[in-house]
């Protein structure tokens, strides 16, 4: 799993419980599927997982 200063970015301001929750489960999704692709959006405190890097594949459906 890469480290990513951008995912922490958009966690930060949330609680400390729910920090930790989207740290296990970004590690979860990375465990299940290693070449996950993450996209994270700053500004808009919104990250996305899936198996290509255009923006209408960056979620799973």
Do not use: C
Request: hydrophobic share 40%.
């Amino acid at each position: 799993m890469k480290e990513n200063e951008r995912f922490e970015e958009v966690i930060k301001t949330f609680s400390r419980e729910i920090q930790e929750i989207a740290r296990q489960t970004r590690h979860l999704i990375y465990e299940v599927l290693p070449e996950v692709v993450e996209v994270v959006w700053v500004q808009q405190k919104n990250i996305g997982f899936g198996t290509e890097p255009k923006i209408i594949d960056a979620f799973f459906r």
